[in-house]
């Protein structure tokens, strides 16, 4: 099922939605298998996989070793045979040992063996901060996979495209790196199709429509850049909200879109500015739309500095406020 036209809906945090995909994919596909630190009885630092080692037992639900590059090369090998392993990383930031998996064989098989092989594994991990972590449990990396040809990038920042997007990332024959933002794993609930649907990967889609200013975003990011938008409704600026749900590939199409209609942008990460996606995002418009374009796009992110502990956590992530700003520079020109 394809569509938000379901009979059966349940309530459902992010998180709940990640355990719910995981479950359905379980249930209609014995090759689909998950497997990581804690994981099994444990169900996952934060509770992603719980109960599934009691419904489906220990040879799908693999508690692993701590160590990040046998998880991924397992995984790969798992692959390639020809299950569906959907290994996690507790944290983004933990996935550098396994890096050399990431890039060498996971992105590389299909084209290495001719298409002989390929890797239908999807590599799980929250990224982001906001949670008051230490050290390497905080980072936003996502331009390392998106920058890997081979690799589909996925970061949704709704229950329904979560569960939609992962079910998608499954099923796809190639290996997709499925980035969750955890700082909204439980910041609110939303309508959940109780049945097995796909978001496709790939396209975006617009959270709020305006005719003043294009606001491109994903994961976390989304919902500081809708307050943002819907504050400055107030002052008379409608700015259109566009949620990319996919940074690799990018849905260039929907991008150029917007801002052929708006001639105005901001873009709103919470990576570093420097060789951020924003930086690809404002290149694609000046190649297909410079003749619309009204002003410099304004890019608001996070700064190019080690992502700080928890004292200096709130000046680095961007929030609704540097957002508004961002959008009426943009405007303002």
């Not at 298998?33 to 994981?39: A, I, S, T």
């Amino acid at each position: 099922m394809s569509t938000q036209e379901q009979e059966a809906t349940q309530n459902l945090t992010l998180v709940q939605s990640v355990r719910d995909a995981l479950a359905t994919e379980m249930e209609l596909d014995d090759d689909v298998l998950v497997m990581g630190e804690d994981v099994g009885k444990n169900g996952g630092v934060f509770r992603a996989t719980e109960g599934l080692f009691d419904e489906f037992g220990g040879d799908r639900v693999i508690d692993t070793p701590l160590a990040e590059s046998g998880i991924i090369g397992t995984a790969v090998g798992m692959a390639a045979m020809g299950l569906k392993p959907v290994p996690e990383i507790q944290f983004s930031g933990f996935a550098y040992p396994g890096f050399d998996q990431i890039v060498s064989h996971m992105a590389r098989l299909r084209t290495r063996s001719r298409s002989r092989y390929t890797l239908p594994m999807v590599l799980r991990m929250p990224y982001g901060g906001g949670i008051r972590a230490p050290e390497h449990h905080s980072e936003s990396k996502e331009a390392f996979y998106a920058h890997e040809a081979g690799l589909k990038v996925v970061m949704p920042s709704t229950p329904y495209d979560t569960k939609g997007l992962l079910i998608s990332a499954i099923r796809d024959p190639d290996p997709v790196v499925f980035m969750e933002p955890k700082l909204i794993y439980r910041a609110f609930r939303g309508e959940v199709p109780e049945g097995d649907y796909e978001v496709p990967i790939g396209e975006a889609t617009t959270r709020r429509e305006g005719s003043d200013v294009s606001v491109f975003t994903y994961g976390a990011m989304t919902r500081p850049s809708l307050e943002a938008a819907e504050e400055l409704a107030e002052e008379g600026i409608d700015a259109e909200v566009v949620d990319l749900r996919t940074v690799s590939p990018l849905d260039r199409e929907s991008i150029v879109e917007s801002f052929k209609k708006t001639g105005r942008a901001c873009v709103v990460h919470e990576a570093p500015k420097t060789g951020g996606l924003a930086g690809e995002i404002t290149a694609t418009l000046q190649e297909e739309a410079l003749l619309y374009q009204e002003a410099p796009v304004k890019r608001v992110t996070g700064y190019d500095v080690p992502y700080p502990l928890y004292a200096m956590e709130d000046y680095y992530m961007p929030n609704a406020a540097r957002v508004a700003d961002g959008i009426k520079e943009a405007v303002e020109f």
